[in-house]
């Protein structure tokens, strides 16, 4: 098998190369730049993780 060039799929920068390995068709790489523009990306898109619903809060206070 010949050696394979990777390349981040975002940015086309060089990632190195895999010899004798075996991995998903058509898998994608990111390097860590781009994963951390991915991920910030996927944060800010969320709501706030820290709020609580209200019927959550009653049952830990024992109100319910």
Do not use: H, W
Not at 26 to 53: E, F, H, Q, W
């Amino acid at each position: 098998m010949a050696d394979r060039k990777i390349q981040c799929t975002a940015c086309n920068r060089n990632l190195g190369e895999i010899r004798d390995a075996k991995l998903l068709k058509d898998i994608k790489y990111l390097c860590p730049d781009c994963n951390m523009k991915r991920v910030a990306s996927d944060l800010a898109g969320k709501t706030n993780m820290n709020s609580v619903p209200d019927f959550l809060t009653d049952i830990f206070r024992g109100k319910v």
